[in-house]
């Protein structure tokens, strides 16, 4: 039973848009949620993460939105780069563990 | 030089065979883990260890044993390989700082086919 999902396998985006990669999960005592990126033959890079007592953490361009209610977290990225091509995990961290999504693969165009 | 290092990084190995992943990481962490990644399924956890004396299973630990030689080396084992043992797996490495919470931070993967 998949209890963080990832429902859009790919995504692809005009170059200097906003990219929204989403992900649901299903136990509502998940209390930390990151974001990782991974490029071909590289290990998963951390991107981003937010505690479930917040509902938005940004860094640059890279905004996460939490809502707790809906079980619902958001990866935004403003604006898109070529760069930022790259398959993105949403991953839940109960205790001390990572459990991650099915992964949703972006790619900018220009 | 990175902080998380896999070896070997690619392997290919027939059905029955003996074979080890070893990990090792300068970050001075404590916890460590072993990952795979399947196609469509994402990363899945195997086993992890808080520390030397601490071995944990994951939730796909049958066919893979550990062992933790010091804070900076955890290797993964297939005592028999089989074909569905075909994947990629990950090292990932955390401190104890983040308390329940914990940010991994991976290494570049080996991928290993099994005939």
């Known amino acids: 039973d998949q209890q963080v999902k990832q429902n859009s396998p790919s995504l692809s985006v005009q170059e200097g848009r906003i990219s929204i990669l989403n992900c649901d999960y299903t136990?509502?005592?998940?209390?930390?949620f990151l974001w990782y990126k991974k490029y071909p033959a590289e290990g998963p890079t951390f991107l981003i993460s937010?505690?479930?007592?917040?509902d938005k953490n940004e860094d640059g361009r890279f905004t996460v939105f939490l809502n707790k209610s809906a079980k619902h977290l958001s990866l935004h990225i403003v604006p898109s780069q070529p760069g930022d091509s790259a398959v993105y995990f949403c991953?839940?961290?109960?205790?001390?563990?990572?459990?991650f999504g099915t992964g949703t693969r972006l790619q900018v165009f220009p | 030089d990175a902080d998380v290092t896999q070896t070997p990084r690619n392997r290919i190995t027939k059905t029955g065979k003996r074979i080890m992943l070893e990990c090792s990481q300068t970050?001075?962490?404590?916890?460590m883990y072993w990952y795979r990644q399947d196609p469509g399924l994402g990363l899945r956890l195997i086993y992890y260890?808080?520390?030397?004396?601490?071995?944990n299973k994951g939730e796909i630990s049958d066919g893979y044993s550990v062992s933790r030689q010091a804070q900076a080396k955890f290797s993964l084992s297939l005592e028999s390989a089989i074909p569905n043992q075909t994947a990629l797996y990950f090292c990932?490495?955390?401190?104890?700082?983040?308390?329940?919470?914990?940010?991994?931070?991976f290494g570049p993967g080996t991928r290993l086919t099994v005939l």
């Open positions: 990932a490495t955390s401190d104890a700082s983040g308390g329940t919470t914990d940010t991994q931070y």
């Open positions: 991953a839940a961290s109960p205790f001390y563990k990572l459990i």
């Open positions: 260890s808080f520390d030397v004396k601490d071995i």
């Open positions: 136990n509502s005592m998940f209390d930390y």
């Open positions: 937010i505690s479930s007592i917040k």
């Open positions: 970050k001075g962490h404590d916890r």
